[in-house]
């Protein structure tokens, strides 16, 4: 007897919802045709499907995705990093509270064990009996999880374990991966009991997916712009699959909804709303400039500085992309100033390694104009790099006024997507602290709390 098993999979939503409500009219839609035809069918999301930038995630710390993921039916979810360690570790254990899906993520624990909210694997055993494993793992980022109170173990190995633990039970396995294409890759090849991994993280997009060895990749690129389905039929007879297809159906193209263009606004309006109460009194305008300093600059320089505890700060103007009023500021107001889910972070760095790296901005003509993606930056362009206690004059380094030894070690402020290489490869190699779980907006608005400028 052949049987056809449907799975629907979306993958780095991030809170990008304005067709949200075709992807889930039209998931909740398949699905209902597909069990009227004796066929079954599953619905996976693969991690990152919030994103705190959305001020409705934020507003409601994720719990409002996860209504929405509710009402489209899901029945398991891995996941991301922004799920992982955008969130307080309280935020996290509280996210899927109300979720009426599995979460499943192998490789995340608490005190030794898979935290309460999670699951490392589940078997779904379809109307005609046959049993499949879903297995995840989401990326490790041991230097963010491990301060905020988890531990994160090796996402390949982890997937391995689990996958020898489930394999005499199962005639399927499914991964949920939220660790990227190569990652995904080298996975197929350790692991080839794996039928299908569902990809995510790097954002790749696989239009018929990708056959490695025996085992079928996928990838439906960013914010949700693909819908995935991926058919498996099984003989169950001869206890194998047959065919296994994958295609990426475009939510553009989707059938639209009636009132779908408010759904998104009426979004923000209830973040809005929720986020609408004051949290620090600014005395003066607060302005933001892209390739200047200004008083926003040296009003966020202070919050940094006084809580981080360093000797001088760096960062870049593009973080600010709105003004803050004077007098009232809002919960709302500095979310959208500082939307990025960014941490701070503080360097242990040589006098003569922060020379050079203030050399290397002086070198970066174009850096200020650089349109960025990724890093966790939200913004439109870098903007001018800022420097607050530290300075170069004349080939010298001046810490605070004073000369800076070459061989001393200082403490410099940061944000953390400096410290991944991109822009100072040095800062990757040094030794650090990443200031958790406060965003750069927390930081703005624990000192607004204190002080009055």
């Known amino acids: ?26 998931l909740i839609k398949q699905k209902k045709l597909h069990e009227e035809k004796g066929e079954n069918c599953f619905i996976l999301d693969i991690g990152d499907f919030i994103d705190r930038s959305h001020i409705y995630t934020e507003a409601t710390l994720g719990q409002g995705n996860v ?5 489209a039916h899901y029945n ?12 307080s570790k309280d935020g996290l254990n509280s996210l899927y509270n109300n979720a009426q899906f599995d979460v499943i993520v192998g490789n995340l624990k608490l005190d030794g064990q898979t935290p309460s909210w999670a699951k490392p694997y589940t078997i779904y055993q379809t109307a005609h009996g046959t049993k499949i494993g879903v297995v995840a793992a989401t990326a490790e980022f041991k230097t963010y999880y491990e301060p905020l109170g988890w531990s994160i173990d090796e996402p390949l190995k982890s997937l391995q374990d689990t996958v020898e633990t489930i394999h005499s039970e199962v005639d399927l396995v499914l991964c949920m991966s939220h660790l990227g294409i190569h990652m995904d890759e080298q996975l197929a090849v350790l692991c080839p009991k794996i039928d299908v991994i569902f990809g995510s993280h790097t954002h790749h997009v696989l239009q018929q997916g990708k056959v490695v060895g025996k085992t079928l990749l996928t990838g439906g690129g960013k914010y949700g712009t693909y819908v995935g389905h991926t058919e498996i039929t099984y003989n169950q007879s001869l206890q194998k699959v047959e065919r296994k297809e994958t295609e990426l159906q475009p939510t553009t193209e989707l059938p639209a909804v009636k009132d779908e263009k408010s759904f998104n606004t009426k979004l923000i309006e209830e973040g809005k709303s929720l986020l609408n109460y004051p949290v620090f009194i600014a005395e003066k305008y607060l302005n933001k400039e892209w390739f200047h300093h200004s008083a926003l600059s ?3 320089a202070e919050a940094l500085l006084e809580f981080s505890k360093a000797d001088c700060a760096l960062f870049n103007a593009g973080i600010f992309l709105r003004d803050l009023p004077k007098g009232e500021v809002t919960a709302f107001e500095v979310h959208q100033c500082l939307p990025h889910p960014i941490n701070a972070c503080v360097i242990e760095i040589s006098g003569n390694e922060l020379k ?9 003509i174009q850096w200020p104009y650089n349109e960025l993606k990724g890093l966790g930056f939200r913004g439109v362009v870098l903007g001018k790099m800022l420097t607050y206690g530290c ?17 001393k070690v200082y403490k410099l402020a940061t944000l953390d997507m400096f410290t991944f290489g991109f822009f100072f490869p040095e800062f990757k190699k040094l030794p650090k602290t990443y200031l958790l779980p406060q965003f750069l907006r927390d930081i703005l608005i624990l000192y607004g709390k204190k002080v009055v400028k």
Not at 356 to 364: A, K, M, T, V
């Open 391 to 407: 300075s170069l004059q004349n080939g010298q380094l001046y810490i605070n006024g004073e000369k800076a030894a070459d061989h």
């Open 356 to 364: 050079q790296s203030l050399e290397l901005i002086d070198q970066s």
């Open 76 to 87: 398991a979810v891995t996941i991301g990093n922004n799920e992982g360690i955008t969130l």
């Open 67 to 71: 209504k929405l993921l509710n009402n």
């Open 298 to 300: 040296r009003y966020f």
């Open 1 to 26: 007897m052949l049987e056809t098993i449907h799975i629907y999979h979306t993958n780095d939503v991030h809170s990008h919802l304005d067709y949200w409500p075709r992807t889930e009219a039209f």
